[in-house]
């Protein structure tokens, strides 16, 4: 059905409300009086009276009393007075008749998208086009796989396709698959271990484990396997393992290895200052003065502040901060940078949650 | 085409809207009966396109259109039906056109229903009503518009809030909002008779069954999500003094009130000034929540969207309507007349104490809610004002409120005899002090005041039982005549019965719950016993399971007592993929009105998981008590309704002659 053809059918049935009530004649007020409510209370009065509820003095007291009432109320109701205000009358209508389309539209037009129609989900889903939802390929590479479930390549194709939307068990028995008929390979095992945890919610279960160490047997530098086998240690509770493995991964890592940020970050986790620069930086600033490696921090607390000044959503960053000012002894600024924080991240609930908690680790809460 | 037409209706709802705002009043002063009656086909009309705007949208969750942004940012394919449907409103976008739906809705069942009016003052109240939404409508299209597109529809939706994907959606803000936007008519109805400057007991007849509608959905809305968040948030509590919460109690307070001065006002044509600026109040605080929750404020559960645009339009909206109708008050109030006096020992008296209470009680909440806000603003300094502030201050001014609640009823209008009273109330006393000797004697020693908590509670209910005891004339009369007396008694008096005993049965599970709630929190393995108030929880083992969009872990708990085997229970931790937030599905085990609750917490690595254990005494009277409170409301609204709707024309005509 064309848009506008219904907007039209509603656009009429709105002015017909308002003109409606014009069209009609009207013999006399039909609304309901004052006067009636108090003839229901004395009504109910009696009906009191009758059931022992009241006693005949009081009864008679309020009796008095609605009667004055409805006196002064019947005196007030002086009539219908029905006065047809003719030329009022024709303006509203002219209003409804022009106004009503008009207002309707112009206030649709810049808002809304009539060009556009429906998408619903299972209509999109049939359409044979070339956007095909990515859920439909999969569907077709599964249906094609459960006939040559042989097919190496294809389960290697699949697997992180499942994992990316979710599928975790899926995505695990998938790169069995890859595995098992095309080929073994440091990098399977390690995305088996990979899809096992997300399958477990998280959580670095044994068989995972035995994964990554397999894939590591494969290739000693597999970056992946260790990184998980770092976090298995961590959520053991060998947070030192943890910390060693993860320091071994970025002192052979190369400078610009995009993981860096990543495995830094669990190593300030489990309480080790990561080493942030690199291997250089660190030598250079071994063999500084004092003075020197003092403003070297500095100008690395600086940068940090800066940064946060103006994207405050990393609470890390923020406990970063305000931990380097404590341990510098500066205690004011760790002060400032604690409101700071707080107004950058008081508009999420759980980044000041976080922020709260980590504050309350430094000693520096309330 | 769906979502189109969806937003062309809400854009015609707000022409409608404008329409209505003018003409019947200008009708009401020129007395045209065709302008006023404009009112009600314009009201019909404006339910018509609001609902069909709500439902054309739910018809876009439920097929997920993901080209609404709306329904990709708060819907997901893989989501069960109903919470497809109650997605609609568990976003800002949709909650605010529920609330406008049901403002509609309100103000088609006063054009429908309410032929018992006079003329002018319908035309005035729908027109009142007709402002409000149409501020609603503006504020919606321009700042929150659930229809917006998007062209290149994405394949998949950002899922609903996993917290929110609960059967509570379905019905807390439904109820809630039936509350709010229930006494936009009282608040509709207040500035009409201002307007029309003439106010008399025959408003507060006409006024309290709409008021008594948003009170019942108000208080079952509040109880109800009260109780969802006992058992979706995990930590047992059940009231935490959340601002949002606060939000709703304060209308609650106010409207109760309301509720009881406007009785004054129809029965004694007395309090009619403070009925109105009551009314005003409560809208008031109803739009104030509104705009607590939308705007970003505050951040919790509730706020679902923080936008400072949305916050300006919410406060412009909250000045106008909150500043217009207060200085209209200021202006018309003094030429409104007086109504009749009375002694300070009466019913009308008992009442003024109850409105007294409930208001300082309103004013103590409304100044810890938004006290740190306003000194947040002012010197930037953060506090928080907790649930001690809260208990400190409304406890005592709830216990001689409660204490006086069985007075009211008893006394009588005009002139009443508070010894008589007393010596009615007498066998409530004795049973309350009863209570509080077993209670002592049981206890030997513990808490002081929970005992005396409890007979205050007992003196509560037991003094709604003689108040109905001594109309019907129990013990005094054979019982066929007392029989005879209760079914004749007014609906109205067995409500208001039902709703003071109810108070009184929510105090003891507040108290029960309180005192005597025992706690056990540990880190499980499988095969481990956890013991708690008598009770042997074992942990039987951790399954895992899918969902249809999340993962949940399971713990299987199988629970005995004495030896006894009852029902198993089966806590879980439910992990959302799309939002990658996970939830607590407290398991409960409800015996009498006391619960077992468990909850479970994160796993820990080798094999155990984190467990809350709650054993919690009576803990269900809590909402037990309000939906016993909701029931004497409907009882009381059936009474208005008969009494209303159906008057016997001959018996009153004979009066009317009698009165000339």
Known sequence: ?366 | MIAEAGHYALVLALGLALIQSVAPIVGARRGDIALMEMARSTALAQLLFVGASFTLLTAAHVTSDFSVVNVFENSHSAKPLLYKITGVWGNHEGSMLLWVAILALFGALVAAFGTNLPLSLRAHVLAVQAWVAAAFYLFILFTSNPFARIAQPPIEGRDLNPILQDIGLAVHPPMLYLGYVGFSISFSFAVAALLEGRIDAAWARWVRPWTLVAWIFLTLGIAMGSYWAYYELGWGGWWFWDPVENASLMPWLAGTALLHSALVMEKRNALKVWTILLSILTFSLSLLGTFLVRSGVLTSVHSFATDPARGVFILLILCIFIGGSLSLYALRAPQLKQGGLFAPISREGALVLNNLFLTTACATVFIGTLYPLALEVLTGEKISVGAPFFNLTFGPLFVPLLLAVPFGPLLAWKRGDLLAAAQRLTAAGIVALIAIALMWAWLRGGPVLAPLAIGLAVFVIAGAISDIAERTGLFRMPLPVSLRRARGLPRSAWGSAFAHAGLGVALIGIVCETTWNSEYIATMKPGQVARIAGYELKLEGLTQRQGPNYRETLAQFSVGLDGEKLPAMTPSKRSFTTRGMSTTEAALLTRGASQLYISLGDASADGGIAIRAYYKPLVLLIWWGPVLMAFGGLLSLSDRRLRVGAPKPARAARRLQAAE
């Open chain 1, 1 to 366: 059905m064309n848009p506008w053809f219904v907007f039209a059918l509603m656009t009429v049935a709105a002015v017909f409300a308002v003109l409606w009530p014009l069209g009609r004649r009207y013999q006399s007020l039909a609304g309901g009086t004052e006067a009636s409510v108090y003839r229901d209370q004395l009504a109910e009065i009696d009906r009191d009276l009758a059931g022992g509820l009241i006693g005949a003095a009081e009864a008679e007291q309020a009796r008095i009393e609605i009667s004055r009432r409805l006196l002064a109320a019947t005196g007030a109701e002086t009539g219908p007075v029905a006065q047809p205000t003719t030329r009022l009358r024709r303006v509203i209508a002219i209003v409804a008749l022009v106004g009503l389309p008009l207002a309707g539209l112009a206030i649709y037009l810049p808002l809304g998208s009539p060009q556009l129609g429906d998408f619903p989900l299972a209509a999109r889903s049939q359409a044979p086009d070339g956007k095909e939802p990515l859920v439909n390929l999969v569907a077709q590479v599964e249906a094609h796989l459960e006939k040559n479930p042989t097919d190496g390549r294809g389960w290697t194709v699949l697997a992180p396709v499942l994992a990316r939307l979710g599928r975790s068990d899926d995505a695990v028995r998938a790169w069995r698959n890859a595995i098992a008929y095309g080929g073994d390979s440091s990098e399977r095992r390690a995305d088996l271990g990979e899809a096992l945890i997300a399958a477990a919610g998280g959580v670095v279960t044994g068989e995972a484990k035995g994964e990554f160490e397999r894939a590591l047997a494969l290739n000693a530098d597999e970056v992946k396997a260790s990184y998980f086998l770092g976090l298995a240690a961590e959520q053991d509770g060998r947070t030192g393992d943890a910390a060693s493995i993860w320091k071994a991964m970025l002192a052979k890592a190369p400078p610009d290895a995009p993981w860096r940020g990543l495995v830094q970050a669990a190593l300030s986790r489990v309480g080790v200052v990561a080493p942030a620069l690199s291997d250089d930086t660190m030598a250079a600033a071994r063999e500084m003065t004092e003075t020197d490696r003092n403003a070297m921090v500095r100008g690395m607390v600086d940068r940090l502040a800066a940064r946060l000044k103006q994207n405050g959503d990393d609470v890390e960053g923020w406990l970063r901060l305000v931990r380097a000012y404590l341990v510098m002894g500066e205690r004011e600024k760790a002060v400032t940078a604690r409101a700071d924080a707080r107004q950058a991240v008081a508009n999420d609930a759980d980044r000041l949650r976080q922020l709260n908690e980590g504050l309350k680790n430094l000693g520096l809460d309330g």
